[in-house]
């Protein structure tokens, strides 16, 4: 009995490290900066993101395959966005925090196409070279 309390233990405590290693690692590329031309690149007026800005990047990740890279896209922070949303809809006293996680969410989407956008043009520039 003791035996499997503490695997039930291992395994809690390992998802919880999961957890919080994948939102640091979203929070950290949310807080790269991304200039004003790419944010026009993006189609995004201002620098200032709003959680609804992150569908109309999944948009342009949809309409621009190129701009999914190696991974195929952004579904894992997708479909957080989707969770994070629900919670907030569902549970009013999560809203704000819920909205904070959405713009986060949006900053993520728009830093990796971002990545992506500068990857493809430097791939234009070395093949305009021949």
Known sequence: ???????FCSVAGVCQFGVHY???????????????????????SSAEVKPRDFRA???LSK????????????RAIQAY???IETLGRALPMMAGWA???????????AARLVKRLE????CTVEVQKY
């Open 1 to 7: 009995m003791i035996p499997v309390l503490i695997f």
């Open 22 to 44: 994948w939102r640091a690692t979203i929070s950290a590329v949310a807080a790269q900066a991304v200039s004003d031309r790419a944010w026009a690149a993006l189609g995004i």
């Open 57 to 59: 990047l999944m948009s």
């Open 63 to 74: 309409m621009a395959p190129a701009l999914r890279g190696s991974n195929g896209g952004l």
């Open 81 to 83: 966005y989707l969770v």
């Open 99 to 109: 909205e904070r996680e959405m713009v986060t969410c949006a900053k993520f989407a």
């Open 119 to 122: 990857v493809n043009v430097a």
